[in-house]
């Protein structure tokens, strides 16, 4: 009798272990993830940022056997970014979205419902910084000399950004004004669909100032065909150590143009965690940093955690700039 008992207990303990090695996998005792195909979606038409930094992802993690699993990129363009994040919203952790700022003015400017609350921050990728140029005969040399003027007379400058009010190249700008006292609501911008179309406004003096990122910025300017005043970022950027940040010339702003990735909401703490570690190996590897010198990108990267308080801020910093603008009744 002994023996029969002690052999429904061997049977039940096996049973045990085999349910429980059926919900887990490796060693650490982690739940089955992923289970398929993997898709990475870019919230707008081929090419890019958001398709560029989706597509190196794709590529990077599957060359260097980061993920095992397929890895599809989706394109799903349209309404600033909304169309792709709608589509992000119902789906699983399997699936994810490049997002940037403009997952938050997006928001603050009424154009959307959505917020990055609405999904799970997995992490913040890269920058770009943001410049300020003129024309070579211009009689400003220096980002401050702008701000003076203005300061004096906003309306005295036309000032052209693409592709509309609200996104970077737009509030990076606002910022530096409201930061050195200019009367932000009274600038006169000047809205192109494209920074080469500002570039062109730019050279045939149709516009005084552009603000623009440094990377559509810097072959015009090694050339000699516009002339950088300003970037937005801390420290001079390698390869345009001419060219002061607003903090060299008294004015107090760093301001990045940073692109993220982000999953669907109710991800859990194993699916984070997972992402967590398959993004920090990425951004480690000799591919990634390739990519970002080749795009004229510097990382940004922050965990999934970091990124969650950054979009915090940002959001509130956002607020009070679209405000300061006049761009909010």
Request: hydrophobic residues 35%.
């Amino acid at each position: 009798m002994k023996g029969k008992w002690t052999g429904i207990v061997s049977l039940i303990l096996l049973f045990f272990i085999v349910g429980c090695s059926s919900s887990t996998s490796g060693s650490g005792g982690e739940p089955d993830f992923p289970t398929k195909d993997i898709e990475f979606v870019a919230p707008a038409s081929p090419g890019g940022g958001w398709d560029g930094t989706a597509r190196a992802m794709q590529k990077i993690m599957s060359d260097e056997g980061v993920i095992e699993q397929n890895i599809n990129v989706v394109n799903k363009p349209g309404g600033s970014g909304e169309v792709g994040w709608q589509y992000l919203r119902n789906q699983d952790a399997h699936s994810m979205a490049i997002n940037s700022s403009l997952v938050i003015t997006n928001n603050l400017l009424g154009q959307s419902d959505l917020t990055y609350e609405d999904f799970t921050p997995l992490g913040i990728l890269t920058t770009e910084w943001i410049s300020v140029a003129v024309s070579p005969d211009s009689e400003y040399e220096k980002g401050s000399e702008v701000m003076k003027q203005l300061k004096k007379d906003p309306k005295s400058l036309t000032i052209g950004l693409a592709p509309g009010l609200g996104n970077n190249d737009h509030l990076s700008f606002v910022q530096a004004a409201k930061e050195y006292g200019v009367d932000v609501p009274k600038l006169e911008f000047q809205i192109y669909k494209s920074g080469a179309d500002v570039v062109t406004a730019l050279l045939g003096g149709h516009i005084d100032v552009a603000t623009m990122s440094v990377s559509e910025a810097k072959e015009q300017h090694k050339a000699g065909e516009i002339n950088m005043i300003a970037v937005s970022s801390e420290e001079r950027i390698d390869g345009l150590d001419e060219v002061p940040t607003w903090q060299e010339q008294g004015v107090d702003m760093v301001f990045p143009h940073w692109r993220g990735i982000m999953g669907p909401p109710d991800m859990t703490e194993e699916e984070i965690a997972y992402w967590d570690e398959k993004i920090s190996q990425m951004i480690e590897t000799d591919a990634w940093q390739t990519v970002l010198e080749n795009n004229e990108w510097q990382s940004f990267y922050k965990d999934s955690e970091e990124s969650r308080q950054y979009l915090e801020k940002q959001t509130q910093n956002y607020e009070e700039l679209i405000s300061e603008a006049g761009l909010t009744d």
